[in-house]
């Protein structure tokens, strides 16, 4: 990883709505315990089995989590964006992390120590709740996953995926496009399909007149259609 200028710690930790009722004395706390990562993109930020330290925060970019079976196929557990947390759960548990990190892009990433994050529980309730409200959040994605998996066909999952990028003033909309974040074979794996399946789909979606597939944008001529198929 390159070396880059310092950032202001405080302020964007002040800015992180996990922290952003906290008290300036409690921000310059959290801020000594906290230090920055500059990733650029494919670096791994942890492997499997790597000890937890403490959390990472995303300030900007796009990080995978992800594991490698014993073939050596890829496994997309989540995608993370802006603003996202990734690691608490285990940092509580006290085990080592049962995935690796890769960034996507170029990001910038906050990693506050354990230790920091214990004391200040110990001070603040309020931060225990916002927690424990992440880590419920990320629990009821993964058991929505696992509902989609086993309940839902490809084209279900992966219409379902394009309707949950849309903004509330699209969901009934015409013309409206959708950016990919990242390639096709990372969605694809974070959908448990394979590449080969996902594009096959993607070209179904396409003769059905659904969709119209430019490089990583989706174009939706009507959404109202595309959700009658999402079954």
Known sequence: MQAS???NIEALLTHIPLFNRLAAEEISRIAR??????????????????P???FHLLVYGQVKLAFTSPQGSEK?????????????????????????AQALTDSLLLHISKSAVFA??????????????????????????????SLHSGKQRIIGYLLRELSDADLNGTNIAV??????????????????????ILHELTELALIVVEGRKIHIPCVANLRKHEG
Do not use: W
């Open 179 to 200: 950016t990919l974040p990242t390639n096709k074979g990372v969605i694809a794996s974070r959908l448990n399909l394979t590449q080969e399946h996902f594009s096959r």
């Open 33 to 50: 315990a906290t230090r920055e990562i500059h990733a650029n993109k494919g670096d791994i930020l942890f492997h499997k089995n790597d």
């Open 5 to 7: 200028p310092p950032v």
């Open 120 to 149: 200040e529980l110990e001070r603040d309730h309020n931060l225990c709740r916002k927690m424990l409200a992440g880590m419920a959040m990320r629990l009821h994605q993964l058991m929505n996953d696992v509902e989609s998996y």
């Open 76 to 100: 997309v557990v989540e995608i993370l964006t802006q603003g996202q947390s990734f690691g608490e759960a285990v940092m509580f548990m006290e085990k080592p992390y049962i995935v690796f």
């Open 52 to 54: 937890c330290t403490g």
